[in-house]
């Protein structure tokens, strides 16, 4: 929102006093942030008023005139101009020469043989309106000779808002609202806004409000014998510096009012609009907007109406059949507070958010309609002495909002600051906001104007905010926490997943990855996949959520193998199974694809690793039942811990990967999560070391076509009180050895206990059907 | 002879000098002190001496013997205490290192500090209800954050969270009150991705709930987090700000950790960068929570992982983060 500081100085007495470059500092810290601050104005200099004596065309051109202009010195000044609205007895703006525009100097120079010692200027050209037909048309009371910029409001500051930072304020959706806040924050006083009662001796217009949910309330009047429309140039300059378009006094005075108090207002043509009934529009129907777009409502969407006709959508835009024309004398003037959900919702429906749904959406107090339009009033009297109030300022206002009313405990208010304000200051604060305080022994009895009680203020903590917020926040001390001794660790899914993680990237090299939480619909359809799952609302593309991590991780695989031969990435992510959140670890092995045994070993060596340096546990890989027709059906394993299932381990079939990266394989291993951390960590006792030696047996064996889990099976039946372990310690084509490590307890082995074992061994070998190299 | 065994050793010396293995001394020593050695000869042939000879030249003989067997074995030893320089040890292969995801890393910073204010890091879902995410954070249902505009609803009802404030709720609900909370996690908005804009990011939430909370608690608790991560001192400032789940709101601002605090572009010359909204808790969400907030209040906030993340590693692309591309992923480390 953009802020006229010539206008905020309006409402505060002594204005003068306030630096107005460095109080948006202030204003940024105890109101709302301030976007930016700019000085308009600066870009021309040497531009006063004068007036045309003379006019003659120019005898080498088809629009220029020669000018004579009178512009207060001795002589008149020779002006060559094109402009159309040339005419004696204008008066306008002149840049003589020696003044700049935009930083070019203006210079005498012959404009087709004929001198020209200034320039006279548009409103554009002085970058004070859009307007460009012509040169300015000042009033023809207008000094000549004195600099334009002290006869117009041209120097000013700009302040521009944040919105956003403006959501809960719908007070300070007006520039009369900043101005109360500006007088908080430097102790200035407020000035009353000047109105135009209404008598009511007239009749009441006709109003009816058939829906009192969507529409709190509805003010109109009638105003005959409005016989000036033209904005005077002081309200253009202004309405172009906060980023509206002057159309005509009337509708500029609706925007105006909306500028200074908030309050969006609509002026209808008096000649269509006669009565009034506000209420839903039917389904489908269809109504042209005052920008001549044709627009299909809904039910839900609140119109201006009367019977089948309709004048308006409530609180966005006005219709084009009612709005006023060049010739409209007569208006029917509304002031209305309307429902801040619907009026949102209707807005987002039509797709049309306007200044008045931008400001009805924050919940606007209903109490400001009735001020709005004598405001209103007041102002068009100015331009139109002669205007005639045609009717009561009928108010259909069937719930009236009253002023909150808040006890604030002094106790409280002090817990929350750390500091103990003086009832003094207290009061002066929310004061200074337009509250009223009666101070009690023990709290504050507080009343909230409705400016601030539609939605904003209702309880203590408001109260808190806006006494720590004008009293100083930079004042307010950081304190430390007071901390009890004794702290409990509630939770540790964050620290074991980190654990996790740390280990994978310091102990194997891998790379910890974050991927969307939705498949890539692109790689899905690469790979001629379909997934089904939870989807997202309202989205055609990427809209199924991930069911398996370490497929989902395929299209990072792909990415990195543009730069990558091989590559081992992981991560730690949601994935929703069975419409619930699952945590699942994935790691994936991508490379060339006569690397997969290395993978694969790798893999379940990491396996191992995990559970072991981490949970204390060994793990034991079966084989795997697949429904996912993307995994290699034989070498799937299922990995169980306690002999539950905690994840699996895989390898994508080299039909898909083809898809992705010729000859490269994908090995993949997925990890329950949510199981992981509910393990126990196994506690390790400590052992007793023998001090006796102990002797490392290899025993080399020959598999034929059997496979180590056979050979493991039949290891696990041979049995000895010395052996303390045993384990493959390395295979050569179908020869693979085992080394049994054996002592005792009581004793050192001799020879003889030795070959007695060997030869149990290989017998026992035998028996289950394998050779074994002596 | 006192001049043949002088010689004896002389030579012994020489020889022993030129030798640079272990392999050339032994040569050397079965030379000089083995059972062929001109020594052992002299040795042998003593018995054959007289009396007076055997007297004279018996004990020289043998102290000759004994120094010489004493300088071969020096020399054995000297060769294991000198360098065996023989590779070139200036050889460096560079192995490859693994790395963290630089959210993952400053998330384990900011939940370490926390953690010695007595915090529990909790984990939250990312799949949640509408109740979690906005009713109970008293967040109305015509409130403009529901839009679908930001938020992705899910066609069997719930949503990706659009924040980790839910776990205020899921804490207090499980640990109730007093409580010291932070909740790490991933957050969804429904946005167009562009360098700055990403639908997918980390935000961390906290929250401490006990009996008279104020204000300056919060400020400490910022101020001594972002010092730590950002490995600076840095003041912090608060802002009204609105959030239906705090009364009341601020926003917190840093002073710009690159003009420190004077003026740049990256802080829009104001000296300082928006970081951290928060507030104390609403007493609706210690409601939600079943805490009574005629007894408890507190303080809550929510940093964004994402947006930290990127000033401490200046990433200027958030897209980076979520591309899985090994390129930029590699250069974060593991701590």
Avoid at chain 1, 140 to 167: F, H, M, Q, R, W
Avoid at chain 1, 177 to 197: K, Q, Y
Avoid at chain 1, 391 to 416: A, F, M, V, W
Wanted: hydrophobic fraction near 35%; include cysteine.
């Amino acid at each position: 929102m953009l802020l006229s500081c010539n206008k905020l100085k309006t409402y505060i007495k002594d204005a003068d006093k306030i630096d107005w470059l460095k109080i948006w500092d202030l204003f940024t810290i105890r109101t709302a942030e301030v976007e930016s601050v700019v000085e308009v104005g600066n870009s021309f200099d040497g531009v006063v008023v004068a007036e045309i004596k003379e006019c003659v065309p120019h005898p080498d051109s088809d629009h220029m005139h020669i000018l004579k202009v009178d512009c207060g010195e001795d002589e008149l000044r020779q002006i060559v101009c094109g402009a159309p609205n040339v005419r004696v007895g204008l008066k306008t703006a002149l840049v003589k020469v020696g003044g700049h525009i935009d930083g070019i100097e203006i210079t005498a120079r012959p404009l087709r043989g004929v001198k020209s010692y200034g320039m006279c200027c548009s409103g554009r050209e002085l970058s004070i309106s859009e307007n460009h037909e012509g040169i300015l048309e000042l009033d023809s009371d207008a000094p000549v000779g004195l600099d334009i910029k002290k006869y117009l409001p041209i120097e000013d500051i700009i302040v521009e808002i944040d919105n956003k930072s403006l959501t809960n304020r719908p007070d300070l959706w007006g520039s009369y609202g900043i101005a109360r806040e500006i007088c908080a924050i430097s102790g200035h006083e407020l000035l009353p806004l000047l109105l135009e009662d209404v008598k009511n001796d007239k009749e009441d217009l006709d109003i009816v409000i058939k829906n009192e949910d969507l529409c709190s309330r509805y003010c109109g009047l009638k105003i005959e014998n409005v016989l000036n429309n033209k904005t005077p140039l002081d309200m253009q300059i202004f309405l172009h510096y906060v980023g509206m378009r002057s159309i005509s006094l009337i509708v500029d005075l609706t925007n105006y009012l909306m500028l200074e108090l908030g309050q969006p207002m609509h002026a209808f043509d008096a000649r269509v609009v006669k009565s009034i009934e506000v209420g839903n529009a039917l389904d489908k129907d269809v109504f042209t907007t005052l920008d001549g777009e044709k627009r299909e409502l809904n039910h839900d969407v609140l119109m201006i109406k009367n019977k089948d006709e309709y004048f308006g959508i409530a609180g966005i835009m006005g219709g084009l059949d009612s709005e006023i024309l060049e010739d409209t004398t007569t208006l029917f003037l509304e002031s209305a507070n309307f429902n801040a959900g619907n009026i949102r919702k209707s807005a987002v429906y039509l797709g049309l958010r306007t200044e008045a749904s931008a400001r009805y959406e924050k919940s606007l107090d209903p109490n400001m309609t009735d001020v709005a339009i004598k405001r209103f009033l007041y102002l068009l009297r100015e331009y139109n002495k002669d205007l005639v109030v045609a009717s009561n300022l009928t108010d259909i206002y069937p719930k009236p909002l009253k002023d909150g009313r808040i006890n604030l405990t002094k106790e409280k208010l002090h817990t929350y600051m750390g500091i103990k304000l003086s009832d003094e200051d207290v009061v002066k604060i929310l004061e200074s906001l337009g509250f009223q305080v009666n101070v009690c022994d023990m709290y504050y009895d507080v009343l909230v104007p409705t400016f601030r009680h539609t939605k904003d203020i209702h309880i203590e903590e408001d109260l808190i905010e806006e006494i720590a917020r004008i009293y100083g926040l930079e004042k307010i001390e950081a304190t430390p926490l007071k901390l009890e001794l004794t702290v409990k660790e509630l939770d540790t899914i964050f620290n074991q997943e980190y654990e996790v993680k740390r280990l994978l990237a310091l102990k194997y090299n891998m790379r910890e990855v974050h991927s969307y939480m939705w498949y890539d619909t692109e790689l899905l359809r690469t790979l001629g996949i379909e997934k089904e799952g939870v989807k997202l609302l309202g989205k055609k593309e990427n809209n199924v959520l991930r069911d398996d991590l370490s497929f989902s991780l395929l299209n990072i695989v792909k990415r990195n193998f543009k730069n990558y031969e091989q590559f081992k990435i992981f991560e730690i992510g949601t994935v929703i199974e069975h419409n619930a959140n699952k945590r699942v670890l994935s790691i994936i092995w991508a490379g060339e694809n006569k690397k997969v045994v290395d993978y694969y070993m790798e893999a379940k060596e990491v396996v191992q690793s995990l559970f072991s340096a981490l949970k204390n546990k060994d793990v034991c890989f079966e084989e795997n039942v697949n429904e996912k027709d993307y995994f290699d059906k034989n070498l799937g394993k299922v990995i169980k811990v306690d002999g539950v299932k905690i994840g699996e381990l895989n390898v994508f079939m080299k039909n898909l990967t083809n898809k992705i990266h010729k000859k490269r394989e994908v090995v993949a291993v997925d990890i329950d999560m949510d199981t992981y951390v509910t393990l126990e960590k196994e506690l390790r006792v400590a052992k007793n070391v023998s001090k006796y030696p102990t002797v490392d047996l290899d025993y080399t064996i020959l598999m034929k076509d059997k496979k180590y889990s056979d050979l493991k099976e039949a290891l696990k039946g041979f049995k000895s009180s010395i052996i303390k372990n045993y384990r493959l310690i390395g295979v050569y084509e179908d020869k693979y050895t085992i080394r049994y490590t054996v002592g005792s307890d009581t004793k050192t082995l001799e020879q003889n206990d030795l070959a007695k074992f060997k030869d149990r061994m290989i017998d026992y070998i035998r028996e289950n059907g394998l050779d074994i190299l002596e | 002879m006192e001049k043949e065994l002088e010689n004896l050793k002389e030579a012994l010396r020489n020889e022993l000098a030129e030798t640079k293995k272990e392999a050339d001394i032994l040569n050397v020593k079965s030379k000089y002190v083995g059972k062929k050695s001109r020594i052992f000869e002299l040795l042998s042939d003593l018995k054959n001496m007289s009396v007076d000879d055997k007297r004279k030249y018996g004990s020289l003989m043998n102290v000759t013997k004994k120094e010489m067997e004493m300088m071969v074995s020096d020399a054995l030893e000297n060769l294991d205490s000198q360098s065996s320089n023989l590779f070139d040890d200036t050889i460096e292969f560079e192995k490859e290192l693994g790395s963290l995801h630089p959210i993952t890393i400053v998330a384990k910073e900011v939940t370490d500090i926390l953690k010695r204010m007595g915090f529990t890091v909790v984990s939250g879902h990312e799949m949640e209800t509408e109740y979690y995410n906005f009713e109970a954070l008293n967040i109305p249902k015509d409130h403009p954050a529901r839009d679908m505009q930001d938020t992705y609803y899910l066609d069997n009802g719930m949503l990706l969270r659009t924040q980790t404030s839910g776990d205020q709720i899921h804490s207090m609900e499980r640990f109730g009150a007093p409580l010291r909370i932070c909740s790490p996690g991933r957050t969804f908005r429904n946005e167009d991705l562009d360098a700055n804009h990403e639908n997918t990011f980390f935000q961390i939430e906290g929250m401490v709930i006990d009996e008279g909370i104020s204000i300056g608690n919060l400020m400490y608790v910022m101020k001594l987090v972002l010092s730590e991560v950002l490995k600076q001192e840095v003041d912090i400032r608060l802002r009204p700000g609105f959030f239906p789940f705090t009364e009341p709101s601020y926003e917190m601002d840093i002073s710009c950790t690159i003009c420190g605090g004077s003026g740049c572009p990256t802080c829009k010359n104001s000296g300082w960068i928006e970081l951290i909204p928060g507030g104390m808790v609403h007493p609706n969400v210690l409601r939600s929570g079943g805490i009574d907030p005629d007894k408890y209040n507190g303080f809550a906030f929510g940093i964004g992982l994402t947006r930290l993340a990127m000033m401490k590693y200046k990433i200027n692309d958030i897209r980076i983060l979520n591309s899985g591309d090994i390129r930029y992923l590699e250069n974060f480390r593991i701590d």
